[in-house]
Each structure stands twice: as C-alpha cells, then as structure tokens.
C-alpha cells in the first residue's frame, strides 16, 4: 500500500519554464511534507519542505504547495535550469517520529 | 560543519555473507535514520535510532538490524545476504522528530 504516490515517472522541461512535480498521499496522520533532490548514486539532498499548517512555501525558484482536502502536493521550479535535471523525491512524515515515508520520485529532465 | 558521513561507499559481498554499514551523523544530530533504495521498490525505511534507543522499524526481516552508539554514531548489519539485499543504503540524520532530514552519500551493497 503505497502511501505517497507520485504518479509521473518523468517530466521534461525546456529551460526557462516552470516544472510542476506533484505528489499525492493518503495517510491523514502525515503533517509535515518535504522534497528531495537525488543525483544517480548519491543521496538525496533536502529542497524545502512545508507543515500541514500552511498551504504555501516559497524558497528561491521553489515554491511547494499543500492542499490537505485534496491530499495533494506540488512542487514548482521557476524558471527551471538544465542543472535542475535529477529525480526528485516527495516524502512524508507524521507522528513524531523522523520517518520518512517516500514516493517513487519523478525524473525532471530540462533542456536547453 | 560536516555533512552525513557513510563508510564504505561501495561493497561488494557474497550470499550468505553478513555486513556492517557505518554513519556519522551531523554534529548536533541524534536522531539517525536507516533506507534501503532499490531500482523496484524505490527509498524504504529500514529503521530510526534516537538516543541510542530504537524508536521505529521498517518492514524488513530480522536479518536487517542497527544499533547506535552513545556519540549518535549508527551501524546496520545484514546478516546471511541475499542477492535482493543489493541495494543503495542510506543514512539520514536530523536534529529532532520534525525537522529535515540529511542524507549521507550512501554504501552502495552488492550481493553477488
């Protein structure tokens, strides 16, 4: 039972435009959201990440957005950069505890 | 200030064998997670250590075990390895249960 889905294996952008990442999940119990960006054989580094409390972030050219009725999340990249090409990675987290509960992640490929 | 600290990067073992992965987390960091990323399955929760005390634990069999030591150090080991436990294993560490986790670069494990 995968409880954060991210539904698009891929996603190509050219640069300059906005990618749109999006993410859903179905445990009600998760209240804090984040994304990673992962390079091949590296780990995943953190981007931004937003509480259950808000609906918005803003951090640079990334902005995540959370709608909690619709149990959907989304993460934008304004304007999107060639560098900006890697899977990114929605992740979950609730109860207390640190644990991160992943979806499959989504291959941004931008071009030039 | 240094970052996630995993040893070895890269092993390689035969079945049957067992492994011991190493992490240092961030200075400052007690709480020390544990995943397991593979082609199929994606990043999976193997276990979280706080305190030196393991706070929850993943699906995994028995075989897949921590501990964390007093300097917040972890270990996992795997015992008697199969070929699926050929994977990338993570190690992330955060400051408490809400903030964001901080990965290391990963012991890529090959079971051969």
């Known amino acids: 039972d995968q409880q954060v889905k991210q539904n698009s294996p891929s996603l190509s952008v050219q640069e300059g435009r906005i990618s749109i990442l999006n993410c859903d999940y179905t445990?009600?119990?998760?209240?804090?959201f984040l994304w990673y960006k992962k390079y091949p054989a590296e780990g995943p580094t953190f981007l931004i990440s937003?509480?259950?409390?808000?609906d918005k972030n803003e951090d640079g050219r990334f902005t995540v957005f959370l709608n909690k009725s619709a149990k959907h999340l989304s993460l934008h990249i304004v304007p999107s950069q060639p560098g900006d090409s890697a899977v990114y990675f929605c992740a979950a987290n609730g109860s207390g505890y640190s644990t991160l509960t992943f979806g499959k992640g989504t291959m941004l490929l931008v071009s030039p | 200030k240094a970052g996630v600290t995993q040893t070895p990067r890269y092993l390689i073992k035969t079945r049957g064998q067992q492994v011991t992965l190493s992490c240092s987390p961030i200075?400052?960091?007690?709480?020390v997670s544990w995943y397991q990323q593979t082609p199929g399955q994606g990043l999976q929760f193997l276990f979280e250590?706080?305190?030196?005390?393991?706070?929850n634990k993943g699906n995994f069999p028995g075989r897949f075990s921590g501990r964390q030591f007093s300097n917040s150090r972890s270990e996992m080991n795997v015992s008697t390895l199969e070929l699926g436990d050929s994977a990338l294993y993570l190690c992330?560490?955060?400051?408490?249960?809400?903030?964001?986790?901080?990965f290391g670069q990963g012991t890529r494990l090959t079971v051969v």
């Open positions: 445990n009600s119990m998760f209240d804090y």
């Open positions: 992330a560490s955060s400051w408490d249960s809400r903030g964001e986790a901080f």
């Open positions: 937003i509480s259950s409390i808000k």
């Open positions: 200075s400052g960091h007690r709480s």
């Open positions: 250590y706080f305190s030196e005390t393991q706070r």
